[in-house]
Every structure is written in C-alpha cells, then in structure tokens.
C-alpha cells in the first residue's frame, strides 16, 4: 500500500507484486486457464478415437442406428483397412461381424461400403479366417437375399471380388463349394450385366480348381452359358470364358461335348486385339484338342 502511496505522489505507475511459486501457478491455472469450453457437436457426427481405441470405436459405430453415421464410420473403415496395422486392429475388434449385419443394410452406400470391405478383408488371411468363422460365405452366396444377387450393381461387383480372393485360400474354396457358390455363379453368369461377368467367370474357374467344384459346374451345366459369351462384346467377359472352359474341359467327355460349339468362337479369338484373350482362346483350345 505505501508503495502504492509513493508511486501516485511521483506520478509513476504502480502494479502489485504477484505471487509466485508453485502454488500460485497451480491457483492461477484453476481461476484462469482451466475453463470448460466443450463445442456443440452434431448428432451424426463420427468422432474419430486415436490409438488402441480407434478399431473399436469404428466397430462400434458401424451399428449405430443413425445411418449418416454409419455411412461415416463405414467410410472411415475402408480408409483404415489399407494398412496391415489396422486391419489387425480392426479385426480384434469384430470388424468381419459388423459388416455381415450392415451388409444387410436398407441403405445402398452402407451395403456398398460394407461389401467392399468384406472384399478386403478377404485378401488377407486374417480377414479369410474371420471371414469363415464369421460366416461371411452365407452373407455372400447364401440365404434369400445373397450379396452377389443385389440389385446394386457396386455392391455385386465387390461381392464377386470377396468370392474370388475368398476362394483364393483351401478352406475358403471349400466353404464356397459347399455353399453352391458353383450353381449360383453360373446361374448369375447369363444374368449379369457384361462387365461385371468376367469377375463372376474369374470366380468360378477359380472353383473349378478344386476336384469337387469342378464337378459342380459340370452338373449344373456350365459349358452351355461358357460358349455364348466367346462371342461377346465385353473383352474381359470372352477372355475370362475362354480360360474357365480350359478348366472345365481336362476329362475326354467334356472335350467331346464342347468341341463343335466352342471351336469357331475360340478360333474366332485368336485374332482379338487384346493378347490376353489371344492367350485364353490359346489356352482352351489346347485344352480342347490334346488327349
């Protein structure tokens, strides 16, 4: 106070001391800094959690009833999925059972994104192994509404890309082959749009490379839908029928049964502009013509 005295009598400005040490700071930062100032956040929000806690949040959120969150999370999950790191996090949390309950999901975007995600996950062992013990076979291939028959076309297109790396694996062909992956491919093969039939053709003869699923296709006819589309317009469709009639013609009688059919179309391909059908047409007819 005397200084405060003093200091007006001089005409010279005066502050008072503050105090200082620990306390102080401490008293200070609680009076001064330490303020709630929490934000309004929006109901549909995805609020992103870092570290060990953001595989299980994702997971977690990809259940929510509010769909633009779920659309969010989805989103967020296909982003992750890209690195090994966090795929493996993603599936210790139970990512393979959240997307089999929002693939079947009313909502085009969350299906789309959710089969998409299956369709990575099927690429690596880990997802394969959740994939089966999960199953993901019947979510694809199987039940009244499979994935592969959506009346989505993006959501089809990743679901013949899960079947194909799915298949890629011993145990995941087995699963497929007895779900009768076969018989539904090959009736979807004449039904699909023509650039989506080379993925549905690259799974079957995918199939085919197992002793069971190629007696499969046999049965249920496959070289009657196979040798039309040698003469189709899509390039990817024709060469992929091409290969898979290689497959499906390694026994005499199949050689004899699709020889008079299958010939001028394969012939046919060997002056097609892209080498890779050249290569198939090459392919099948010497699978044709050899004993």
Excluded: F
Excluded at 71 to 77: F, G, S, T
Excluded at 115 to 123: F, G, I, N, S, V
Excluded at 125 to 151: E, N, T
């Amino acid at each position: 106070a005397m200084h405060a005295v003093i200091r007006q009598r001089q005409g010279l400005p005066w502050t008072a001391e503050e105090a200082k040490g620990i306390n102080a700071n401490l008293k200070h930062l609680v009076q001064v800094q330490v303020k709630p100032n929490v934000q309004p956040v929006a109901e549909d929000a995805l609020q992103l959690a870092y570290g060990a806690r953001m595989a299980p949040k994702l997971v977690l959120e990809i259940g929510s009833p509010l769909l633009k969150l779920r659309q969010k999370a989805l989103v967020q999950v296909v982003k992750a999925m890209s690195t090994p790191k966090e795929l493996a996090a993603l599936l210790v949390a139970g990512l393979v059972p959240a997307l089999n309950k929002a693939a079947a999901d009313a909502d085009d975007m969350v299906r789309t994104s959710a089969t998409l995600a299956l369709a990575q996950a099927a690429r690596y062992p880990g997802g394969q192994r959740d994939m089966l013990a999960s199953s993901s076979v019947g979510v694809l291939v199987d039940g009244p509404s499979p994935l592969v028959c959506d009346h989505n076309e993006g959501v089809r297109a990743h679901a013949l890309r899960a079947v194909l790396e799915l298949g890629k694996s011993p145990d995941g062909c087995r699963g497929l082959i007895g779900a009768s992956t076969v018989k539904l491919l090959i009736a979807r093969i004449s039904a699909e749009v023509p650039l989506l039939q080379g993925l549905a053709l690259m799974g079957l003869q995918q199939l085919m490379t197992q002793r069971d699923g190629l007696a499969d296709a046999i049965r249920e006819g496959a070289m009657g839908v196979l040798i039309p589309i040698l003469s189709s317009a899509e390039g990817l469709a024709r060469e992929k029928a091409a290969l898979a009639l290689a497959c499906l013609t390694t026994e005499l009688h199949e050689k004899k049964q699709a020889g008079p059919s299958a010939l001028p179309g394969l012939v046919a391909m060997l002056a097609d502009e892209a080498l890779t059908a050249r290569h198939a047409a090459s392919s099948a007819l010497m699978s044709l013509t050899v004993d």
